[in-house]
C-alpha cells in the first residue's frame, strides 16, 4: 500500500470526535494496525490459544471463557503492581499528557491522549473492579468488558510504544508504559499477540535472538565483517565467540549484526575492542540484547532473558559489557536486577583499560557500552582524529528508554562530541528527558502498520528537518537498534537528506589504529573528507 | 452528560439540605449526624485506600528519570530529577507535592501547516492547579478557628496575613476571591478545550461543582447573608468536644456548607481526590535510580521456564561445530 504524501499526512486535525468516546465505535483502519500473531510462534513459546487468526476478522477465535480470563488476569495484576492499581485509580484527567504523545500528535486521534488510552482500560477495571463502578456503572466511568471494546483495547494497546513521555509530565508520575504493558500482557492470556512481536519472541527462545540467526550465520555474519574492517583499514580483527575465560561478555541487539546501518555499529565495536586488545568474547547464545519478551508479558521477558546471565556464568566472564539498545536497557537496567539478582558470580566491573572502577553497576554488573567508551575518551585512551568525520554534521536523538527509564543523556554526548567536530542540539522540548520516540518502539516496527509509524515519528522527525533545516545536519546519531531500523524510514519520509549512524560506528571512523592504512573512505563505504576525488 | 449529572447531583444536595432544615427542621441530623458519619467515613476510608495501596507490592524498580544518571565521577548528575538516594527522593517528592514540578514541564503542542511543529510553554494549569490547591488548604486552616478556644496565633497571623488589604466588612480574604477564580478556571479548561472536555467524566465535574458550591455558599454565608458566627462556634465546638449542640439561631445557609462539606469528605475516598494520598505513592516519582548499583527485590519473583544453553546446543551442535565454534558436548 502506498503511503500517502507528507503533506497529505500532516493535515492533522487534534480536535476530537463529537460523539462521546465510549460512544464513538473504534473502526480498525488499514495501515494503523499490526499484522496478527502467528500460531506457531505462540506455541513454540508455550502461550495460550495459538491458531491463525486476523484482526481483520469479525471471529477473532477466542476461548469461550475470554472475558473471565481477562477480568481474572485484570484483578491478578491489580493485586501485583502498585504501579498498576495507582494509576488506574489516581488519574484525574487535567489532560496535561494529552499533547505529549507522538502519535496524538502526529495523528490526532483522540484514543491516543496517555489519558485515554489508559481509560479504555481503566473503564473495565472500575466496571469490575471498583464498587462504585458496578453500582454505577457508565456515570462513574465504567463499561462492560465486550468483545469491541477488547478489540479496541488491542488495537490502541499496540498504538503505544511506551516511551513514557506522558509520564513525565503527569502530576502524579503515571505512567502509560505500565497500562500498556500490562494490557498487553492481558490480551496475550487470550492469544493476542502481534506478528511482529511473538514472532522475534519465538525466535529469541530458539536461537537466542530475535532475527533468528543461528549460531554458523552469526560466525558467517561477522567474518564479512571483518573481511570489510580488513579492505577498509587494513586492519584484520579476529573476534571470539562463546570463549571461556575471557574477562567480558559482550551483547549487542542483534537487529546490530543484521541490517544497515546498525551494522557498521558493530564493525565499528569490533575494530575498537580490536585495537584496546580487549580480552572479551561474544556469544552466539546470548546473541540479542534486546528484550521483545518486554512487549509481551513480564514472564516473557525474563524468560528470555535469563540466557545472558547463564552464558555469563558458563563462559566465566567477570562482567557484562551491553550495546547500543534501548528497550535493552530499559530491561537492563530496570528489570535484570530485579529478576536475576544477586548477579554474585560476576566482578564489580572495572575496565581493564582504565582500571575506571563503574561504582553506579557494582550489584548489576552489566556496563553501556558508551559508558565504557566515555570512560576510554577521558582517560585519553583513543587517539582519534574526528576530523575524518568533517563530511557529518550530526545530531543526536535520545532513545526514549535510556532517557526516562535511565537517565542516559550526557555518556553519548561526550563522546559525540569527541569524534565529530560538528554536533547541533535539536529543539530543547524534543531531546534529553523530553525526547520524542522515534515511533516504531515496544515491537511496532512492522510494515503493515506504516501509516501510524510515520504519524508517530512525526514529531522526532520534525526535529530532525528543523535542523537539517538550520545547520544542514545530515546525520542522526542514535543508540538504539530500533531506532537505526525506525528512523531511516521516518526521517526519509519527513525530512529526506539525513540518515542515520549508531554512535560507535562515528567512534571507529575517527579511532587512529596502530598499523592501519591510509584509510579512503568510512565504515559504510563513504570517501572521507578530502578523499572524495580517489 | 457527566457535566450535567453532576451539575444536578450537587443542586440535588443542596435541595436535600435546605428542605432538611428549612421545612423538617432536621438540624441535629444535618449538624451533627451527618457531619460526623462523614468525618469518619472520610478517616476511614483513606486509610482503608492508601493500606490497599500499601499492601500491593513493588515489583520492579521503575523511577521516571528527568535528568542525568549518577554514572561516571566526572559526569554531573540531576540530584533532583534523577536521584539516586533518599535525599534526593524526599526532595523530589516535595516539589511534587508542594509545587507540582512535572506539571511545571507542560508544554503545548502547536502544529501549523508544513507540517511544522513547535512546544511552547503553558504555565496555565500550572499556576491555576496550584493556587486551587494552596488556597483550598489555607482556607481549610483558617476554619480551625471553630475548632480552638481560644484561636491559636498562627491562625490569627493567617488570617491577618490573609486580610491583608483590609477590604469590607468582614475583611475580604483574598484566598476565597483566589479560590473561587481557580474553581472556576478549572472548570470552565474543561467545557472550553475540546481534548478536556471529551476526557472528562461526571467523575470530574462532580468534585469541581461540589467544591464550587461550597466555596460559593461559605463566601454568600460570610460576606452577604452574616448568619450567626457565634452559634457556629457554638455548633463546630461541641462537635469537636463530643458534646454537640444544635444552636436554633444559625442560618440555613450554614447547614448547606455544612452538607455539602460533608458530601466531599464521604466522598473522597471513593475518588479520584485520592490522588492527594496517591501521589506519595507513585513507584515513577517515590524511588532512587539505583538499579543497576543495589538489588530491588519483587516479593513475587518466581522462577520461570527457560530456554537453556544444553537445550541450544542441542539444537545447534553440528551446525557450530562445523563453523568452528567451541561446544560442551563433542
Known amino acids: 500500500m502506498a503511503n500517502p504524501k507528507p503533506e497529505e499526512l500532516a493535515r492533522i486535525d487534534l480536535k476530537p470526535h463529537k460523539t462521546g468516546w465510549m460512544d464513538t465505535p473504534t473502526v480498525f483502519k488499514p495501515g494503523i494496525f499490526p499484522n496478527a500473531c502467528k500460531q506457531k510462534s505462540l506455541q513454540t513459546v508455550g502461550f495460550p490459544n495459538p491458531r491463525t487468526w486476523s484482526a481483520k476478522d469479525e471471529d477473532w477465535k477466542l476461548p469461550e471463557n475470554w472475558q473471565e480470563i481477562f477480568i481474572e488476569g485484570l484483578r491478578e495484576r491489580v493485586s501485583k503492581y502498585r504501579s498498576f492499581r495507582l494509576f488506574l485509580d489516581i488519574c484525574v484527567r487535567c489532560g496535561a499528557c494529552a499533547d505529549k504523545c507522538h502519535f496524538f500528535i502526529g495523528g490526532g486521534d483522540p484514543k491516543n491522549m496517555p489519558v485515554l488510552r489508559a481509560e479504555l482500560l481503566r473503564s473495565v477495571y472500575r466496571k469490575y473492579c471498583t464498587t462504585s463502578g458496578k453500582i454505577m456503572g457508565k456515570i462513574a466511568g465504567a463499561r462492560e468488558l465486550t468483545i469491541d471494546v477488547l478489540k479496541e483495547i488491542w488495537y490502541y494497546a499496540f498504538q503505544c510504544t511506551e516511551c513514557r513521555r506522558c509520564s513525565l509530565f503527569c502530576p502524579y508520575g503515571i505512567d502509560t508504559a505500565e497500562i500498556t504493558i500490562l494490557a498487553r500482557e492481558l490480551l496475550n492470556l487470550v492469544g493476542l499477540n502481534i506478528d511482529w512481536i511473538a514472532g522475534p519472541v519465538a525466535n529469541c527462545w530458539l536461537t537466542g535472538n530475535h532475527l533468528g540467526l543461528q549460531p554458523h550465520t552469526i560466525k558467517d555474519t561477522f567474518d564479512m565483517f571483518c573481511d570489510d574492517i580488513e579492505t577498509i583499514t587494513g586492519i584484520r580483527v579476529s573476534p571470539t565467540f562463546n570463549r571461556k575465560g575471557a574477562e567480558i561478555l559482550l551483547v549487542v541487539p542483534s537487529g546490530d549484526m543484521f541490517a544497515d546501518p546498525g551494522t557498521y555499529t558493530t564493525m565499528g565495536e569490533l575494530l575498537l575492542f580490536n585495537e584496546l586488545g580487549l580480552d572479551y568474547t561474544w556469544s552466539t547464545f546470548a546473541s540479542e540484547g534486546g528484550d521483545f519478551g518486554f512487549f509481551t508479558s513480564n514472564e516473557m521477558a525474563k524468560r528470555l532473558h535469563n540466557k545472558i546471565y547463564e552464558e555469563a556464568k558458563r563462559l566465566k566472564v567477570k562482567w557484562i559489557l551491553g550495546g547500543e539498545c534501548g528497550h535493552m536497557w530499559r530491561v537492563w537496567h530496570q528489570y535484570h536486577n530485579t529478576w536475576f539478582g544477586p548477579v554474585d558470580f560476576l566482578e564489580e566491573p572495572v575496565s581493564p583499560i582504565t582500571g575506571t572502577k563503574f561504582e553506579n553497576t557494582k550489584s548489576n554488573k552489566t556496563v553501556h557500552i558508551c559508558e ?5 575518551i577521558k582517560n585519553g585512551k583513543l587517539s582519534l582524529d574526528p576530523s575524518r568525520n568533517d563530511n557529518l554534521k550530526v545530531t543526536f536523538h535520545d532513545s526514549c528508554n535510556t532517557s526516562r527509564g535511565m537517565g542516559f543523556f550526557e555518556e553519548p554526548r561526550y563522546i559525540i562530541k569527541n569524534v565529530c567536530n560538528q554536533f547541533y542540539e535539536m529543539p530543547e522540548n524534543t531531546i534529553r528527558e523530553q525526547t520524542f520516540c522515534c515511533g516504531s518502539g515496544s515491537g511496532l516496527n512492522a510494515s503493515e502498520n506504516m501509516e501510524t509509524r510515520l504519524r508517530g515519528g512525526l514529531p522526532r522527525a520534525n526535529a530532525v528537518r528543523h535542523v537539517r533545516d538550520k545547520f544542514g545536519v545530515n546525520m542522526l546519531a542514535c543508540i538504539c537498534a530500533i531506532d537505526r531500523a525506525a528512523l531511516v524510514t521516518s526521517v526519509d519520509y519527513w525530512s529526506p537528506g539525513v540518515r542515520v549512524t549508531g554512535v560507535h560506528e562515528m567512534v571507529a571512523n575517527a579511532l587512529i589504529c596502530k598499523g592501519e592504512k591510509k584509510r579512503t573512505t568510512n565504515l559504510r563505504g563513504d570517501p572521507l573528507p578530502g578523499m572524495e576525488g580517489e | 452528560m457527566g457535566l450535567i449529572f453532576s451539575f444536578f447531583a450537587v443542586i440535588t444536595l443542596v435541595a436535600i439540605v435546605f428542605i432538611g432544615v428549612k421545612a423538617a427542621q432536621l438540624r441535629y441530623l444535618f449538624g451533627i ?8 467515613t472520610f478517616i476511614i476510608g483513606v486509610i482503608y485506600r492508601v493500606l490497599q495501596w500499601g499492601r500491593i507490592p513493588v515489583p520492579f524498580r521503575i523511577p521516571t528519570t528527568g535528568g542525568q544518571e549518577k554514572s561516571l565521577p566526572w559526569i554531573k548528575w540531576n540530584k533532583i530529577d534523577n536521584p539516586f538516594n533518599s535525599l534526593g527522593v524526599i526532595i523530589r517528592m516535595a516539589l511534587e507535592v508542594l509545587l507540582f514540578r512535572s506539571l511545571f514541564r507542560n508544554t503545548k503542542v502547536d502544529l501549523r501547516e508544513g507540517p511544522k511543529i513547535a512546544y511552547g510553554s503553558t504555565k496555565w494549569l500550572w499556576l491555576g492547579g496550584l493556587v486551587f490547591h494552596w488556597t483550598f488548604l489555607i482556607i481549610l486552616t483558617r476554619h480551625l478557628r471553630f475548632f480552638f478556644e481560644p484561636i491559636p496565633g498562627f491562625i490569627r497571623i493567617l488570617e491577618s496575613l490573609d486580610g491583608f488589604f483590609q477590604v469590607g466588612a468582614p475583611v475580604l480574604y483574598l484566598t476565597d476571591l483566589a479560590f473561587l477564580g481557580a474553581v472556576t478556571f478549572l472548570f470552565l479548561r474543561r467545557v472550553i478545550v475540546p481534548q478536556l472536555k471529551y476526557i472528562s467524566l461526571a467523575a470530574d465535574y462532580f468534585p469541581l461543582f461540589l467544591i464550587g458550591a461550597i466555596g460559593f455558599s461559605g463566601v454568600l454565608m460570610r460576606y452577604f447573608l452574616k448568619t450567626d458566627v457565634v452559634g457556629i462556634k457554638e455548633l463546630t465546638m461541641g462537635l469537636i468536644t463530643f458534646s454537640p449542640v444544635v ?37 515513577t516519582r517515590n524511588l532512587a535510580n539505583t538499579n543497576r548499583a543495589e538489588m530491588h527485590v519483587n516479593p513475587w519473583n518466581y522462577p520461570v521456564k527457560v530456554h537453556t544453553y544444553e537445550e541450544y546446543e542441542n539444537d545447534f551442535r553440528e551446525k557450530m561445530k562445523a563453523a568452528g565454534l567451541p561446544v560442551e558436548k563433542e
Open chain 2, 247 to 283: 444552636p436554633k439561631t444559625v442560618g440555613t445557609i450554614f447547614y448547606i456548607h455544612l452538607f455539602l462539606v460533608s458530601a466531599l469528605f464521604a466522598y473522597f475516598p471513593l475518588s479520584k481526590l485520592m490522588h492527594m494520598a496517591g501521589v506519595f505513592l507513585s513507584p
Open chain 2, 33 to 40: 449526624v451527618i457531619p460526623y458519619a462523614a468525618f469518619l
Open chain 1, 372 to 376: 565504557f567508551t566515555a570512560d576510554l
